[in-house]
């Protein structure tokens, strides 16, 4: 089973977070809320604890900070369409010193990828990606920029096979 670290934004955008479950109903029964993820996969779920006190350190060392949603963006490969963070840092240097500290642990399983901060919001592009796009703008009209304060991290487990929870949180404190 594995382990991900992750921005949980559901609570804290709920208009976001009813329209993400609209749009990307495959989440709901993984129990994959409205986030930005950071690091997947993590350590496989009988290794974390000894991680637990490096991760502590890590993002203590970080301050709390505001993420803005602003722009969709779609993936080329799949048509998917995602929330975009502006501007990309403090959030993308975060996400590159925490790969840099566990290099075991490659982002998407893939050495040398540098993946863009972002919130997925449909699992694919379907059968026409401009119309994907079309109806992910009218759902989210009014609705963007979100303006999301962020002071802490989540640590997921799956706990059954495509089923996952919070097993633990790590403040922003610096």
Known sequence: MDTYLTLLLADRSPELAAAHDELYPERLPENIPLSLTLLYP?????????????????????EPFELQLGRLEQWDEDGAVYASPSPEEPLRGMMRALWRLFPQFPPYREEG???P???????????????????????LEGLLPARIPIDEVALMEEFERDRWRVRETFRLSA
């Open 42 to 62: 993590f350590a496989p779920v009988d290794q974390v604890e000894s991680h637990r006190d490096t991760l502590r350190s890590f993002f203590a060392s970080y």
């Open 117 to 139: 901060p972002h919130a997925s919001l449909t699992e694919t592009g379907g059968d026409d990606p401009g119309a994907t796009r079309e109806r992910v703008e009218q759902r």
């Open 113 to 115: 990828l540098d993946p």
